[in-house]
């Protein structure tokens, strides 16, 4: 069973920063895409980022810019700093591992900005 850590969530105030951490439970090596997805309260969830297995990335257009993904495959571990952000990007965010036909989720960490 494949398992997913999110962790670096928390209150920051706006115009702040935030880096984020989704830490899996196996070697990510092969894995082609990750990704952070968020949900807004009220809202579905939606797409912020992704990266893949040579490190290719994409972004939602509402954090181009702001926000960065990457990946450390030696610690499992996949990263999205988060800069300059606004009262709009709060909401929970979800890690996200796509390993052929799988998906797989984490638990979400709560960021919330403060005006």
């Known amino acids: 069973q494949v398992q997913l850590v999110e962790s670096g969530g928390g209150l920051v105030q706006a115009g702040g920063s935030l880096r984020l951490s989704c830490l899996a439970s196996r070697n990510i090596s092969s894995i082609n895409v990750m990704g952070w997805y968020r949900q807004a309260p009220g809202k579905q969830r939606e797409f912020v980022a992704v990266i893949t297995g040579v490190s290719s990335t994409n972004y939602a257009d509402a954090v181009k810019g702001r926000f960065l993904i990457f990946r450390d495959n030696a610690k499992n571990t996949v990263y999205l700093q988060m800069n300059s952000l606004k009262l709009e990007d709060t909401a929970v965010y979800y890690c996200?591992?796509?390993?052929?036909?799988?998906?797989?989720w984490g638990q979400g960490t709560q960021v919330t900005v403060s005006s």
């Open positions: 996200n591992e796509v390993a052929g036909r799988d998906s797989y």
